[in-house]
Structures are given as C-alpha cells and as structure tokens.
Nanobody, 125 residues
C-alpha cells in the first residue's frame, strides 16, 4: 500500500518563502525516486524538481530559488520555495516511482506511479 500526502501549502505574499512537504506511507520509501510537479491555473501539469532514492542526485528547474530534499528516516520529501512570485501560484503535487539505481530520477510525469492529492500554493501580489 502506497499513499502520498502533501502538506504545507497556503497563502504567502510575493517575495516570501514557503516549504511544502510530502509524506509517503509504508516501509519502502527509500526505494523510490521522488518528484514535485505543479499545475498553474489554466495550464498543464509541469515538472518542478526531482530527487533520487538517497538524496544524492537532485534537479530543480528554478535553482537556487527552489530546493528539494528528503528525509528517509521520516519518509518525507520537501520542496523549499524562496522569493516566491505570483506566477508560482499552483497546485503542487508529490509523485513517486520505484528506482533500481540510487542515482535515478525522472522529470517525466508519465514515469511516476504514485501521486498525492496536491496542495494549493497561492502567492499574492
């Protein structure tokens, strides 16, 4: 049984910071590469960041403004967002996929098997 739950979304003023978190159920969290995606109003879902099983490999589309990290002991993955802009307003989704290589991650939504329900992030002007 695999279940992902996002938290930490909310309303923040432009220029502020916000961290969203994703918890995954079960005892196999360390076997998954993790990713963050977002969907802006009226737009298609897009890739934001990804991290490998042990956290050794990461990729973020808007570095260093966005930082992805994970804590395998707590079964969580986080996305720290700084200097937020109104255009960052979106529903942020956590996703997971099994990875056989420790260095693996993917920016493709289609490779991910499990998804959270999303958390709303709204950045006001």
């Amino acid at each position: 049984q695999v279940q992902l739950v996002e938290s930490g979304g909310g309303l923040v003023q432009a220029g502020g910071s916000l961290s969203v978190s994703c918890g995954i159920s079960g005892r196999t969290f360390s076997a998954y590469a993790m990713g963050w995606f977002r969907q802006r109003p009226g737009k298609e879902r897009e890739f934001v960041a990804a991290i490998s099983r042990s956290g050794g490999s990461t990729y973020t589309t808007d570095s260093p403004r966005f930082i992805i990290s994970r804590d395998n002991a707590k079964n969580t993955v986080n996305l720290q967002m700084n200097s937020l802009k109104p255009e960052d307003t979106a529903v942020y989704y956590c996703a997971a996929e099994r990875a056989l290589r420790d260095t693996y991650y993917s920016s493709k939504a289609s490779t991910h098997n499990y998804w959270g329900q999303g958390t709303q992030v709204t950045v006001s002007s």
